[in-house]
Structures are given as C-alpha cells and as structure tokens.
C-alpha cells in the first residue's frame, strides 16, 4: 500500500460515520413523515405537537446538515466526495468500478444540488432573499430522493472501500423500528 493510499484508506472510519449518521437521520425522520406511520402515530402525536414537531424538524436540518457535509468538495474537506475525488485521482479503481463510481458520482451531484439549496438558504444560513418555504419550493427535494442519495453514497463509498481495502460495508442501520415500538408505548401510556 502506498502511502496515498494509505492516507485515503484513514480517511474511510470518518465517512463511514458520516453515511450511517446520515441514514439514521433520514430513517427517524421518514418514520414520521412517512404517511402510513403518521396515520398510526397521529393520536400520539397529537397528544404531544410541539415536542414531535422538533422532533422531526431537528432530524430533517440534522439530515440535509449531514448530506451537505457528506458531499462537500472543498480541497480542506474530508468527505466522500472529496474521497472519491482523491481515490480516481490515483487511477486504482478496476475499470468495472470506474463506470459504476463515475455514475454514482454524477448522480449523487445532480441531488446534493437541491440539498445545498436547503442547507444554505434555510438550515446552515437564513437567507434574507429566499424564505424557507420558496426555498423548498426551489430545490424541489423530495425523500425519494434523499433516499436515493443516502443509498447511491453508500454504493460509491464501498466502491471506494474494495478499491483500498478490499472490503465493503453493510448499511443497515434504521431507527424504524425503534421509532414504532417508542410510538407504541407512547400511545399506550399517554396522559
């Protein structure tokens, strides 16, 4: 292993972290918003509406935060982007992986460009032009989509982990169960 490589294969622990960070906020807040659940969960929530109304606004800015944080390519970054950037750089990648990464890559892009509309003009900065609702309205993002990006970023990440260290992750950390049995009990023991 050279001593690039080596530095890139340090860098895989952070953003692993940042892509189940990322995951686990998405999946609290869709277990919220998600239509079924809110049909399950409304009389819960109702008996509660400023504290599950934080709730699922503070995992959605935690969420577009993560994403942003995730994907940002500045040169002083350590993210994926930059990861990846860094590993084609160094012309490793099998050419099968080269496609499947360029792809991922070009993808990922075209999505964190509405998540970059949310996160500067609503949730990293107020912006005095664009209220939040007309910034919504702009980057038109939708949860399939953040999906879409949390899953295309963890595909790419492990074409980068095979290409270092020959090894790819599992991402299956959700916190939808835990958020179904919480509103359970919630709605059993509400006052």
Known sequence: MTSSTQSLTTQ????LDELREAQQ?????RAFTNAENQAVFEPTMRRYPQFFDSVVRAHLA??????YRLYEGGSKTRSLRRLYEDTKSLNI???KIIESASELDYSIRDIWKKVCILRTNVFGHKSAKLCSEKAFEKAELTPDELAT????AQRLFNCISRTLTHSAHAFNTSATRDVSNL?????????
């Not at 895989?12 to 953003?15: F, Q």
């Not at 509103?183 to 006052?191: C, D, K, P, S, V």
């Open 12 to 15: 895989l622990p952070d953003v």
């Open 183 to 191: 509103m359970t009990r919630l709605g059993r023991n509400a006052l």
């Open 62 to 67: 935690a969420l577009i935060v993560a994403l």
């Open 93 to 95: 990648f099998e050419q």
């Open 25 to 29: 906020f998405f999946s609290v807040w």
């Open 149 to 152: 990006m949390i899953k295309r």
